[in-house]
């Protein structure tokens, strides 16, 4: 049963395990290593993508839910910390681009993968969504609506930041069927929102999260990262505190990754940026935002993810971690079917030219590894904070509590996990660092399944420290 510690030298043993000689939970591990925990699975050649692509989209299929993903790739500036920007808004171009977008969700009608089963989450998402015209969100909007099978109760997220998103656009959200606001709001603090290069000062992205609650329309769920230039831990704190007065539905908060290389690194090393926190100080903001916001009542949809009540239920998260079928439009999204994960052509003039011959610009496929229904399984439940042994073993046979038991044996005296007969919980501590540990386990299998060859990932994503 511990036979996967045969494939793990010391190198892997401290990306896998962490750092066991400390009961600090603040460096139980030395940083966080990816973005998402998850395994590739095998390119498709180039020069097969296509056709494999084709036949895929035309086989029989047998799931039952999806989700759909829709990306708008512009944003009007670049934030310093970020890793997704692609675009600059300039309107000639998103005309086009809404315009070719528009058609590619409209090709799902006749397509039989998009027309299997239910949609019961649409996420639109970027780069910025508000950097479409009010015009040009109705004309996609409706596309979705009337190419798509939506479920009854579909979730539709309209995510942005609230720079430049006007009463227009907001009218035009509601009126076409968006039922829940994403905005990625980072602070309400206007000296940490101009030091990551934000426009709208604090006291007026407040008056629209108000404006938009006001509306009881559709739920609102803020963003929120910690860990920022010019911002203790007060400050952080001070930020949810003004959420709830403001009366969110939700609130995900997420700690800063400073891409190594990134404009936020390159600034943070020239002394241009003020330093921020290291990985083990931005835990002290992650207790205080979870001592804080049990006391406030909130319960937690996700590892990231807090809400009061029932409106922001948050499904297109919930589904799409546990591996749930993703239809993916507009360049640079990424979705999988069953077989496959796919992604869609990132640069938009090429995307535009692709969609005016009536392709659907697939540019990379992978077939999806024998094992990833248990990888989901293990990601969707680790993003819930809890792992249950007993329907891992009724659906895949697999015994995880003995499995594991080396790893989640060094978790539960370090304070991270609780093991219980059926479950494994975990704690604050684990939750902070729930991305590394649900790696952890997936390195675990692929390592099994690989026989030692599959090599864990570690990406530069904490170049802070
Ligand atoms: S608005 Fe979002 S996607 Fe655009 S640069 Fe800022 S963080 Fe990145």
Known sequence: ??????????????????????????????????????????????????????AEAKAKH???DACVYINIPFCQTKCTYCGFFKNLSDASLIDDYTEALTGEIADAKN??????????????GGGTPGTLSAMQIEKMLKAVRES?????????????RTYQFGAD????????????????????????????????????????????????????????????PHQPVETFLNDIHTADCLGVDGMAVYQLNVFEGGKMDEGIKKGKTEAVPETSRQYEYHSAAY?????????????????????DRSIYNRFTKSGCVLHAFGAGAGGRTENYGYFVHPAVTPYNMMRAKGIKPVMGLSEKNIMSGLYEFINGQMDTGILRFDTAERLFGINLKSFFSPLTESWEKRGLVTVGERTMRLLPAG???????????????????????YEPVSDKIAAQG
């Open 62 to 64: 047998s799931f039952e």
């Open 431 to 453: 939750q902070f660092w729930y991305v590394n540990m649900t790696q952890a386990l997936l390195d675990i299998l692929e390592l099994i399944h690989s026989q030692g060859v």
């Open 291 to 311: 001592e804080m916001l049990s006391d406030m009542g909130y319960s937690q949809l996700s590892m990231s993810h807090w809400v009061r009540g029932t409106l």
């Open 169 to 228: 656009k907001i009218q035009a959200c509601v009126d076409n069927g968006v039922n829940r606001f994403s905005l990625g709001v980072q602070s309400f603090d206007t000296k940490a929102r101009r030091a990551i290069g934000r426009v709208d000062a604090g006291e007026k992205v407040m008056e629209m999260v108000s404006r938009l609650i006001s509306m009881k329309e559709a739920s609102v769920s803020l963003d929120f990262i910690f860990g920022l």
């Open 1 to 54: 049963m511990e036979s996967w510690l045969k494939f793990v030298d010391d190198e892997k043993r401290r990306l896998i395990f962490g750092n066991e000689e400390t009961f600090e939970a603040a460096k139980a591990y030395d940083k966080k290593r990816t973005v998402h925990a998850g395994i590739r699975g095998k390119n498709v050649e180039a020069d097969k993508t296509m056709s494999v692509w084709q």
């Open 111 to 124: 397509t039989p993968l998009y027309s299997h089963g239910k949609v019961r989450a649409v996420y639109i």
């Open 148 to 160: 798509l099978p939506l479920s009854n109760d579909c979730e539709i997220t309209f995510e942005t």
